[in-house]
Nanobody
Framework: QAQLVESGGGPAQAGTSLRLSCTASGNIFSINSMAWYRQAPGNECELVARIDRKNMTNIDDSVKGRFTISLDLAKKTVYLQMERLKPEDTSVYYC?????????????????WGKGTLVTVFT
């Protein structure tokens, strides 16, 4: 079993900053990538930022220049530093990770999702 737990969400005034964290735990042989998605009410879930174990990043244009993703493999934790928040950033933010597990004598690729953390940006 493996899981992701997000933290750091909450209310924030527009123009301020928040940092989200997501920590993986459990049976994890390796972390291959971690990402942040978000879903606002009535909207589809969208990729915000992704990072792989080689620190290659992919940032959505809607947040480029304001959000930064970073990965600490030793802590099995991914961070999303959000600057100059806007009301349209209000969403539930989900962490996702592609990991490798070793069990039953084999390596297995597993796709994990966290339960989400709510970010509410107010003016």
């Amino acid at each position: 079993q493996a899981q992701l737990v997000e933290s750091g969400g909450g209310p924030a005034q527009a123009g301020t900053s928040l940092r989200l964290s997501c920590t993986a735990s459990g049976n994890i042989f390796s972390i291959n990538s971690m990402a942040w998605y978000r879903q606002a009410p009535g909207n589809e879930c969208e990729l915000v930022a992704r990072i792989d174990r080689k620190n290659m990043t992919n940032i959505d244009d809607s947040v480029k220049g304001r959000f930064t993703i970073s990965l600490d493999l030793a802590k099995k934790t991914v961070y999303l530093q959000m600057e100059r928040l806007k009301p349209e950033d209000t969403s539930v933010y989900y962490c996702r990770s592609g990991i490798t597990q070793f069990f039953t004598g084999n390596y297995h690729g597993v796709d994990l999702w966290g339960k989400g953390t709510l970010v509410t940006v107010f003016t």
